[in-house]
């Protein structure tokens, strides 16, 4: 069984080394001669490759523009229509190892400046959760906290607030 | 025996103006500590210092708005100028109802130094209580007035003035944050940081040298310590996640800090060169904002174990926390009174928040002020003020608060937006 099985390789690799070689023979020997006065394909005409488009991360359309993820009153948990963001940059992530984001929470500047610290933490944390349980690996992900000290919206008012009560997904 | 007898004297003071029955001269402090303005202002006669206007810094204006503020001086209106070496008419100064006065001089010497010379008369008694003589530089002039009302406000109260302390605070104006240092009236700021990114938290070192903080300047909140004099900086927490709430323990050698390493906010207590950490609280939730005990002993928190923000106690050797707030359901920013007797902490109640004060003696609670966005409280060392922020339009200043709450002041004098003051320490 075993001597069959050694011979069947050896055969095996006899052959795919004939054909290996035959082939490269034959396409020396089929090689046409470039003549561009024989030949009407357009060798001139240059293609651009846009480097900044290759990475989706930089499409202003794309689905990876979306890097901010709100959360409701008190709440520090990732709902419902924010899931789709998440997924979106952790299938990037994961796909990216090179790649570090850093989770930047935040809150709406009612009350003391370090516990709004700490709850803007509670959100970054909720996001970065999300995106390591997805498959991103730890070493690619920092949750940190402004708390209430970087508002995006000045008001006080409820858009205000609402627009503060946020966390950030800022590739580095 | 000079002891006795100002305690005698300061007894035959409070006596005197609150019109109080015989008390032991131990509990004189105490009665009139609690009797409050009004019932209880000192009068004193501050004369002009012969030779003081021909000085850069007019000592007795400083001295006098010094204790007009404190609350607990009525200062007797005189023309007069009388120099540290005049004879005083004792019965004439209590006649014109001061029962206690306060004359001086300033002279200039040689080596471009002033001297200034200060006594203080108990005109009740008829006795002198205290004299001070001190050479100071021009720039210091004022720093001189301010120790000259910490005498006074010491040898007729009691308790240790704070006028020549300073305070810490940030401001804000447009993208600059400043961490500044000022004397305790607001007056003579410098500027310690300049950033364009958000300081918060300052919390000076025991000694008064040196000051933590938490800066964004790296993108996100790290742990600095700053020493006031030769601006050098060394980190003390800059670990993964976000680091903050530096507060240092009674003997300057180490730091209590809320950091985010293993995942939500926790308490740490780590060495002010940044080494040796240990993680000292290990809650599901949120705990920061430590604060050391006066005796170094337990470290109080705000944690949101049992739902909303409360502030707790654990013994710095570990231990189940204990809960020490427990009306309203939003509690924050705990700071612990010198003698370790009174807690101050921000408190939301109805949508506004006021600064508290607990005795944990007894668990009575007083509200200390009445604004809707008041924060980070801080006490003055000798105990018997706080110093919080409050907003006024969108604007932050700074007020100040008798522990009692009867006496109360908003420093006005800084222009721009202020917050996050801390107060610094008596310095030596």
Redesign the interface.
């Known amino acids: 069984m075993r001597t069959i099985s050694t011979f069947a390789l050896i055969v095996s690799s006899a052959v795919l080394l004939a054909a290996c070689s035959s082939t490269k023979l034959d396409d020396k020997a089929n090689a046409p001669v470039q003549n561009g006065a024989s030949n009407g394909a357009d060798t001139r005409t240059v293609g651009t490759v846009n480097a900044g488009s290759v990475d989706p991360l930089n499409d202003p359309q794309g689905v990876l523009a979306k890097r901010s993820v709100y959360f409701d009153y008190d709440s520090y948990t990732v709902k419902a229509e924010y899931r789709s963001v998440i997924e979106n940059h952790a299938k990037y992530l994961v796909a990216h190892k090179d790649r570090k984001v ?1 989770i930047q929470g935040n809150t709406d500047d ?6 709004n ?3 803007g ?2 959100r970054a ?1 909720a996001v970065r959760k999300a995106l390591v349980l997805l498959g991103v690996s730890d070493a690619q992900v ?6 209430k ?2 508002p995006k919206a000045l008001g ?1 008012d409820e858009a205000s607030y609402a627009e503060n009560r946020r966390a950030d997904i800022a590739y580095q | 025996m000079i002891k006795a007898r100002y305690l005698t004297s300061v007894a035959a003071t409070a006596l005197a103006v609150a019109g109080l029955s015989f008390a032991p001269a131990s509990q004189a402090q105490i009665r009139f500590e609690i009797t409050g303005v009004g019932a209880s202002q000192i009068p004193v006669a501050i004369t002009a210092f012969p030779g003081e206007e021909a000085a850069p810094q007019q000592i007795t204006s400083v001295v006098k708005a010094d204790l007009a503020r404190s609350g607990v001086f009525k200062l007797i209106d005189n023309g007069d100028a009388l120099s540290d070496s005049s004879a005083v008419d004792y019965a004439s100064w209590q006649k014109r109802g001061a029962n206690a006065l306060a004359v001086g001089s300033v002279a200039r010497l040689a080596d471009g130094r002033f001297d200034v010379r200060y006594r203080l008369y108990d005109t009740v008694a008829g006795a002198q209580l205290s004299a001070l003589s001190i050479g100071a530089q021009p720039q210091l002039l004022r720093l001189t007035a301010h120790k000259i009302a910490d005498d006074i406000y010491q040898k007729l109260t009691g308790i240790p003035g704070i006028f020549s302390t300073r305070i810490s605070y940030v401001t804000k104006s447009g993208n600059e944050y400043r961490l500044e240092v000022a004397d305790a009236d607001g007056e003579g700021t410098q500027v310690a940081l300049r950033s364009n990114e ?1 300081i ?2 300052p919390s000076w070192s025991p000694d008064g040298t040196k000051v933590a903080y938490v800066s ?1 300047e790296m ?3 790290v742990v600095y310590i700053q020493n006031l004099v030769t601006r050098q900086r060394s980190i003390v927490a800059n670990f ?3 680091n ?2 530096p507060a240092w323990s009674p003997d300057g050698s180490r730091l209590a800090v ?1 950091l ?1 390493r293993d ?3 926790q308490v740490y207590v780590i060495n002010a060169d940044g080494s040796g950490l240990r993680r000292l609280t290990n809650s599901a939730g ?1 705990d ?2 430590p604060q050391f005990s006066p005796d170094g002993g337990s470290i109080y928190f ?1 944690s949101d174990r049992s739902g909303g ?1 409360q502030v707790y106690k654990v013994g710095l050797d570990g231990g189940s926390p204990q809960r020490v707030t427990f009306a309203g359901s ?1 509690n ?2 705990p700071r612990i009174s010198p003698d370790g007797k009174t807690l101050a902490f ?1 408190s ?1 109640r109805d949508g506004q ?1 006021q600064l508290y004060a607990l005795d944990l003696t007894n668990g009575q609670e007083i509200r200390l002020s009445d604004g809707n ?1 008041d ?2 409280p801080s006490f003055a060392p000798n105990g018997k003020y706080i110093m919080y922020a409050t907003e006024s339009g ?1 604007r932050g200043s700074l007020a100040v608060v008798s522990v009692d709450g009867r006496i109360k002041q908003r420093l006005t004098t800084q222009a721009g937006d202020i ?2 003051p801390t107060w610094g320490p008596f310095m030596k």
């Open positions: 850093i009612r009350g003391g400046a370090e516990y610290l700490a709850l933490q509670k944390e920092e949750a940190v906290s402004f708390g000290e970087k006080q | 958000p918060i938290s964004f993108k996100k909140p993964k996640g976000s903050s709430a809320a985010t995942g939500l906010t949120i920061t904002e705000t923000p939003y924050i920013s921000i939301r928040f966005r924060q980070s969108r917050r996050e």
